[in-house]
């Protein structure tokens, strides 16, 4: 069921967000969901139910005409007529339409040899898919049938173990399916888990980069009176303080790295990773909340030791010393916990503002549509934002030499992203996002 | 001879849809397995074939839509044919049994025409 839903979802992925394209889903599902329900009740696997289902769903570019998403429409399916289409200079017309504007038009035979070879390749499509399915099926049956020949008694987890993995593929099946039709990359639930996994890494890395700036000040400062030996180890330390920041930095960048296509490519989570990456954030919620108050409460009690030893007012100016570097440390990791935390929510959010959010594909969830930012251009700005405050504190620093006041850009920094966050991120209320992407029933569609 | 070709059924899918809901309401699954039984499992029409239908004919006021739940406690959207809708349907018939007649006056499985035919041709 979830791999037909999948399909479904990742077939209408590209389409805008729209009452009449969400009633056209929701109906196409009411049908589908009764068709296999009825074919499981006949005694079908799943595999043969998921496949016949997906055979007879029929073709996307049936629906442009009254769902009036004609543009829309993916190259993919425009440029494959239905099979009905192949011959009808009708449907030919507008199938065509688009590529006469890129290249000229040199004659019917040609048309006629596209039309029918994208048809082909639609057929292929599905009957490739149906077939997988089919001998897997069968497959699956030998094997099955020779491991009860073989023992007695089969391996209960084992045989779990493989009903899993033939599930993985036939979703693998459907969502390569949904993508051609579509044209879009989607991003898979399993992909969605090794970008997070990246994504935290590297704000981890980043947030412990950021601690080393801060403290770095501090042996400066400790050894400030000491002469020679303690001196030179103060300046020594400062400088691989603010050479491992930077190294993590560097490193925390580069992590990310290999998922570039993500936002090179057109994409939007599949309907499966979509859901995924909202249960993840749901999980890391409360830990992350933590994180960010712990952050806060200590970066506000940073002060108490500089207060405290100002106080007692002992006069050594060791334990002014002292006090300032406990007062850095603990303002280096309450802005590290805070950047974690926020780094951690950002990757998850990152993920679900891929695609279009005015398309099905990037508003199928609830969370999806409720990240972001409404203007492109701070959208564009934000991507960089860390990067850009490392870049504007090593310049500062350098430049100024003034590293006893330059840290103070972390923690302004994190305010200023918490303030540009709820000036202009994006919220639910935009008119046509009210509703779910799940399809049980219709619901509050519009009647033409 | 492999199966209906879609594209000359296409014109008649409203018919048969239309005369499915005749004397009474059908759902889309409904409707498209009495399509599949009706024709003896030689015409099975795809799912976005059907919607497109429904929602074309909505547009021209031939069926209207509502929901209601379903037996197993689901909402489902059902379909009621329209008045304008029967004449519709009735003026299809019409049509098919007219182009059934001209057109199998050109149809000949083995591929001879036939003496009449020629007969009519020779003395005009």
């Given at each position: ?16 967000n ?9 109906e196409l599902w ?12 006949e ?10 289902v997906i ?7 049936e ?34 339409s ?17 039309g ?25 049956q030998?094997?099955?049938k020779?491991?009860?020949?073989w ?40 992909e ?28 400066v ?7 020679g ?65 712990v952050?806060?409460i ?12 100002d ?15 406990f ?10 916990l ?23 594909g ?17 959208e564009?700005g ?15 620093s350098?430049l ?26 994006r ?6 996002g ?15 | 001879m ?12 409203d018919?048969m ?5 005749l004397?009474r ?6 409707i ?43 909402r ?7 008045e304008?809708g ?14 059934q ?24």
């Amino acid at each position: 069921m979830e791999t037909i839903r999948n399909y479904l979802m990742t077939m209408f992925a590209s389409l805008p967000n729209t009452p009449q394209v969400r009633r056209a889903m929701d109906e196409l599902w009411q049908m589908m969901e009764d068709k296999y329900t009825e074919l499981i009740e006949e005694g079908r696997t799943e595999n043969e139910a998921i496949g016949t289902v997906i055979a007879e769903f029929g073709n996307l570019d049936e629906l442009a005409e009254p769902l009036g998403i004609r543009d829309y429409m993916p190259p993919a399916v425009r440029e494959t007529p239905t099979a009905e289409g192949a011959d009808s200079g009708e449907t030919a017309g507008w199938a065509e339409s688009s590529r006469m504007e890129r290249e000229e038009y040199t004659g019917s035979a040609e048309y006629r040899g596209n039309g029918a070879h994208a048809e082909e390749s639609g057929k292929d499509l599905f009957r490739g898919f149906r077939d997988r399915l089919r001998n897997r099926d069968r497959r699956e049956q030998r094997e099955q049938k020779e491991q009860r020949e073989w023992s007695g008694r089969r391996n209960r987890s084992e045989d779990r173990v493989n009903q899993r993995a033939s599930r993985r593929e036939s979703r693998r099946a459907s969502r390569r399916a949904g993508e051609q039709a579509s044209g879009l990359y989607t991003v898979s639930a399993d992909e969605a888990q090794e970008f997070l996994n990246a994504a935290w890494l590297a704000a981890y890395l980043r947030g412990l980069g950021v601690f080393f700036f801060i403290v770095s000040v501090a042996p400066v400062s400790l050894f400030d009176d000491a002469s020679g030996v303690l001196e030179l180890t103060g300046m020594v330390m400062f400088f691989l303080c603010i050479a491992a920041g930077i190294a993590l930095m560097l490193i925390s960048s580069g992590l990310l790295k290999p998922f570039k296509h993500l936002k090179r490519r057109k994409s939007c989570l599949d309907y499966a990773a979509a859901r995924h990456v909202e249960n993840m954030m749901e999980s890391i919620r409360s830990s992350t909340m933590a994180q960010r108050t712990v952050g806060i409460i200590l970066c506000v009690l940073s002060v108490v030791p500089v207060i405290g030893v100002d106080i007692l007012s002992i006069g050594s100016r060791f334990l002014n010393a002292l006090g300032m570097a406990f007062f850095l440390l603990m303002v280096g990791i309450g802005v590290m916990l805070i950047m974690l935390s926020a780094g951690r929510n950002g990757a998850c959010k990152r993920l679900l503002r891929l695609g279009d959010p005015s398309t099905i594909g990037g508003s199928s969830t609830k969370a999806q549509r409720e990240t972001g930012y409404i203007d492109p251009r701070v959208e564009d700005g934000m991507s960089v934002y860390w990067q850009t405050v490392t870049a504007i504190y090593l310049c500062w620093s350098f430049l100024t030499f003034q590293w006893g006041i330059s840290w103070l850009i972390w923690p302004v920094a994190g305010v200023l992203k918490a303030w540009i966050d709820r000036r202009y991120g994006r919220r639910d209320d935009r008119p046509d996002g009210r509703r779910d992407g799940r399809l049980d029933g219709e619901e509050d569609y519009e009647q033409e | 001879m492999s199966g209906i070709s879609s594209d000359v059924i296409r014109g008649y899918n409203d018919t048969m849809i239309l005369y499915l809901l005749l004397d009474r309401p059908s759902y889309g699954y409904e409707i498209s397995k009495m399509i599949r039984s009706l024709s003896g499992e030689k015409y099975v029409i795809k799912e976005t074939t059907l919607y497109s239908a429904f929602t074309r004919m909505e547009k021209n006021g031939f069926i209207m839509s509502f929901s209601q739940l379903a037996e197993n406690g689901k909402r489902r959207t059902y379909y009621r044919i329209t008045e304008s809708g029967r004449r519709y349907y009735r003026d299809k018939c019409e049509e098919w049994l007219l182009t059934q007649e001209v057109i199998s006056k050109f149809i000949s499985p083995k591929g001879q025409r036939s003496l009449t035919e020629r007969d009519v041709t020779g003395s005009s």
